[in-house]
């Protein structure tokens, strides 16, 4: 962890430094991985209003948090605190990630594509194209924010809610349609 503390028309003494180092090592560094890089701005403004700006940068992102305050090291604990929520929903974020991919992990749906000119001729109708489709739970919603951005006119998925695979595609009139099995 490199932390990297500076003031801004406030001087900042070696207890405030070790004041900050300390609190983000112990709440911080414990949701996130290394390498961990902190900026800490400790800045005095008119009126004796105190802010503190933290900028945390780390394997999957950005964090930042800034608080003004009366008392510096009270807008460094709140500044602190607020970094802390961040990297909680940051881990929780990678960790549901991980365990979606691990539920899907294997799970495959062929996709076979039909010539046109093969159905009702001799010998039956031939597979031109074969895809191979991961399900991944969601929801309808997500299925259709995935479907925006989809090659495909339809999105195969598992319904989160009733865990049945399920199919959201896009229709002429730009609508969406959804096939679900019947249970």
């Known amino acids: 962890m490199n932390v990297e503390v500076v003031g801004r028309n406030f001087e900042v003494t070696d207890r405030l ?27 005095g403004e008119k009126h004796h209003q105190s802010v503190a700006d933290i900028h945390v940068t780390h394997r999957h992102g950005v964090l930042q948090a800034t608080e003004a305050t009366d008392d510096m090291v ?6 602190v ?18 365990r979606h991919v691990s539920l899907t992990n294997g799970l495959k749906w062929p996709v076979n594509v039909l010539e046109g000119t093969s159905v009702g001729h001799n010998g039956g109708p031939r597979i031109i194209k074969s895809t191979h489709l991961a399900i991944k739970p969601m929801t309808i919603e997500e299925a259709a924010l995935s479907l925006e951005g989809a090659k495909n006119d339809f999105v195969v998925f598992r319904d989160s809610t009733s865990d049945q695979v399920s199919v959201l595609y896009r229709r002429r009139d730009e609508h969406f349609g959804l096939i679900v099995p019947e249970a």
């Open 17 to 43: 430094r070790q004041l900050t180092e300390t609190r983000l090592a112990k709440k911080v560094l414990k949701f996130l991985e290394e390498p961990v890089e902190i900026r800490v701005t400790l800045e």
């Open 74 to 79: 009270e807008a460094i604990h709140l500044a």
């Open 81 to 98: 605190d607020k970094v802390v929520t961040q990297a909680g929903r940051t881990r929780k974020k990678s960790k549901d990630k991980k």
